[in-house]
């Protein structure tokens, strides 16, 4: 799978276009032709750790090998093309820091987290469970299968995994939706969109980011889970059941 920053290199010019990141659809897209054996040269330059949100350093790669007229300036036409695409990216990423929210200390829960959690519940509802529909659509494919999976992978193992092992393996099927909708809520919320741009939200009745309750309670150490009656907000190294509170009594305004 090609991997963004993605471009054809010929000797006199680079090609690419952003959230474009197939070779074969970039050839496609400029009407490129192979009349020479070597004329086409596929490229790649990508974080060498895979994360694009904290890059440790990017890395320049042929796809097919290196053409034997290749030159340092063919190269650097390579890289002058990636800040270009680098300055589009920064625009579609809000660059903070990525909290895993078992990592931290959570807070005690208070009638404040319980409104939180009851705005999440509505605004769960009013997607019809698309949080992740919105999130990857929102974005755009090609730059949600590259960067987008990019966030998610770094947050959904740990995450996934820790509630799991809090809640009993008989409900885990009925919970894991909530929790896998969580992870997206939090994902989107590194891209930076218009509120029109945001899809399937138009029951959400705000002015920013449709899913920013859920990105409240996760960045302060806080994952809700429900099986269909109880909402429950894990937190801590084991990500513990921290609060429980039925759907009925929630939507009421009981406990907050």
Partial sequence: MCKAFSGIATR??????????????????????????????????????????????????????????????????????FKKWQRKLDGK??????????RIRHPKIKPYH?????????????????????????????VWDSVGASVRGSVWGSVGASVRGSVWDSVWDSVWGSVWDSVWAYVGSFFKLKRKEWKYTKGVKCKGYPFMSLVKLWEMGLVPSFDGKIWRLHGGKNAKVLFEISRKVLRKGGAG
């Fill in 114 to 142: 319980i409104r939180i959690l009851r705005e999440w519940d509505s605004v769960w509802v009013s997607v019809w469970d698309s949080v992740g529909d919105s999130v990857r659509d929102s974005v755009g494919d090609s």
């Fill in 12 to 81: 006199t010019k680079i090609y690419w276009r952003f959230a474009m990141d197939s070779h074969n659809d970039i050839v496609k897209h400029f009407k490129l032709k192979d009349d020479e054996a070597g004329r086409l040269i596929p490229f790649e330059i990508s974080p060498k750790n895979g994360d694009y949100l904290n890059p440790d350093e990017w890395v320049f790669k042929f796809d097919d090998g290196c053409p034997g007229w290749w030159k340092l300036s063919h190269e650097k036409m390579c890289w002058d093309a």
């Fill in 93 to 102: 990423l809000i660059r903070k820091k990525t909290v895993h929210p078992f």
